[in-house]
T-cell receptor, first 112, second 114 residues
């Protein structure tokens, strides 16, 4: 099993450019998440999706949009990237029993 | 308000010694789950251990155990017989039954020395 797969692993954007971070899981999980990790801040929740077709804002949603395309895929879009969005982004999915969340390898995004 | 607090930004431990990483949490939900993750320098998030709020016994997974003190709202991670490979960031997280979010603390950096 691949688990949670994120693409790309690294990306450099210019201010104002747009991009979509892709995430797919093959574990048939309903719940999926997008986090950003900044030094000294831990992981902060951007958006989550409790099930296919539903999405909700987390702690830091401004500047982002998400799309739960189907049960497997949950994408994160930056419409107009800003330097403040320079971060490491993690996608995760959670087991129905709520006892474990699996993370992707992360995407290191730099906005210049 | 911060739901998960990890008060130790950095910890040192000598190889083969045990170490305790502190985590306190804040919730009014009677049903919740507590998680610990390890993040080595390579960056991936590795699940270590889970404790449910109704679990009677403290969770254990190999060298990892969770010292769960419900009344104190603490969920400390104990690593026994530390190894050099345990050097990493460690994150405590909580999910309340009333919500979907998995809330993380800011992490503790552990360095294991020879």
């Amino acid at each position: 099993n691949a688990g949670v797969t994120q693409t790309p692993k690294f990306q450099v954007l210019k201010t104002g450019q747009s991009m979509t971070l892709q995430c797919a899981q093959d574990m048939n999980h309903n719940s999926m998440y997008w986090y950003r990790q900044d030094p000294g801040m831990g992981l902060r929740l951007i958006y989550y999706s409790a099930s296919e077709g539903t999405t909700d804002k987390g702690e830091v949603p401004n500047g982002y949009n998400v799309s739960r395309l189907n049960k497997r895929e949950f994408s994160l879009r930056l419409e107009s990237a800003a330097p403040s969005q320079t971060s490491v982004y993690f996608c995760a999915s959670r087991t129905p029993e709520n006892t474990e969340a699996f993370f992707g390898q992360g995407t290191r995004l730099t906005v210049v | 308000a911060q739901k998960i607090t990890q008060t130790q930004p950095g910890m040192f431990v000598q190889e083969k010694e045990a170490v305790t990483l502190d985590c306190t949490y804040d919730t009014s939900d009677p049903s919740y789950g507590l998680f610990w993750y390890k993040q080595p320098s390579s960056g991936e998030m590795i699940f270590l251990i889970y404790q449910g709020s109704y679990d009677q016994q403290n969770a254990t997974e190999g060298r990892y155990s969770l010292n769960f003190q419900k009344a104190r709202k603490s969920a400390n991670l104990v690593i026994s017989a530390s190894q050099l490979g345990d050097s990493a960031m460690y994150f405590c997280a909580m999910r309340e039954a009333s919500g979907y979010a998995l809330n993380f603390g800011k992490g503790t950096s552990l360095l294991v020395t020879p």
